[in-house]
């Protein structure tokens, strides 16, 4: 296994459009986290899951977001109704959670996709 | 809330200085620190996690230290090479808020030929 890859790298978009984008993790880990990153500044977590479900979600996670990870593997992140404050690297990771309240588990990132709203 | 800081936000250096870079959070109640390394329009690498029960870890050049009662933790880069530039985030997982990582905005680093 290579490491959490990200497909697609670059996106552009016209304002109004939806996109979605697809995460695939490390195949042993169990959690899957998404952040958002804009220029200079640093990741903001939008959501995680554990396996299939879907743990937590971050208050910038608005109606227009949704993300699934249907099969506890890849993950996929949609947005709706792109606006032009949606562009942004949009970040996952993935760990490998062994139990526990608090796991010792450590955060691999995949090479982002950028998105560009017109 | 839990928030983060990092100082300077850019710092740039000639070829073979040691360096240290600087991370604070406002809340002492973490459960670990990580440093990362992110290159320009690239994701992050993981250089270094601090358990809280830890006061140190150390690979090749780097090492980092973590004082939790202080709400602090540095970066010490040994001989720096221009192959260390690069932006360095640091992140804490709070104890309280879930699993996901609090990142501080980054510094900027610059080591010159």
């Known amino acids: 296994d290579t490491g959490v890859s990200q497909d697609p790298r670059h996106k552009i978009t016209k304002r109004g459009q939806n996109v979605t984008f697809r995460c695939d993790p490390i195949s042993e880990h169990n959690r899957l986290y998404w952040y958002r990153q804009t220029l200079g500044q640093g990741p903001e977590f939008l959501t995680y899951?554990?396996?299939?479900?879907?743990?937590?979600k971050s208050r910038l996670l608005s109606d227009r977001f949704s993300a699934e990870r249907p099969k506890g593997s890849f993950s996929t992140l949609e947005i709706q109704r792109t606006e032009q404050g949606d562009s942004a690297m949009y970040l996952c990771?993935?760990?490998?959670?062994?139990?526990?309240?608090?796991?010792?588990?450590?955060?691999?990132f995949g090479p982002g996709t950028r998105l560009t709203v017109t | 809330k839990q928030e983060v800081t990092q100082i300077p936000a850019a710092l740039s250096v000639p070829e073979g200085e040691n360096l240290v870079l600087n991370c604070s959070f406002t809340d002492s109640a973490i459960y670990n620190l990580q440093w990362f390394r992110q290159d320009p329009g690239k994701g992050l690498t993981s250089l270094l996690l601090i358990q809280s029960s830890q006061r140190e870890q150390t690979s090749g050049r780097l090492n980092a230290s973590l004082d939790k009662s202080s709400g602090r933790s540095t970066l010490y880069i040994a001989a720096s090479q221009p192959g260390d530039s690069a932006t360095y985030l640091c992140a804490v997982r709070p104890n309280n808020y879930g699993q996901n990582f609090v990142f501080g905005p980054g510094t900027r680093l610059s080591v010159l030929p």
């Open positions: 990771a993935s760990s490998l959670w062994a139990g526990g309240t608090y796991g010792a588990n450590e955060q691999y």
């Open positions: 899951f554990q396996n299939e479900a879907q743990l937590e």
